[in-house]
């Protein structure tokens, strides 16, 4: 999915070189706009499903 902010040191994949994944402000705009337009009435007005999973 999307990187996350190390808030310790670096670990053992940093000291070995390993990369992690880049946010881009792309990504993090996309993810903020899907976010917002869930919280809007249109879409909260519509019942949750009764069971954990959508396949039922």
Do not use: C
């Not at 909260?44 to 009764?50: G, L, N, T």
């Amino acid at each position: 999915m999307v990187g996350l902010i190390a808030l310790a040191g670096p670990g053992r994949a940093e000291r070995d070189g390993a990369r992690r994944p880049t946010l881009s402000a792309v990504l993090l705009d996309h993810a903020a706009r899907l976010w917002n337009r869930g919280q809007q009435p249109e879409y909260k007005a519509i019942p949750r499903h009764r069971a954990r999973s959508v396949f039922y």
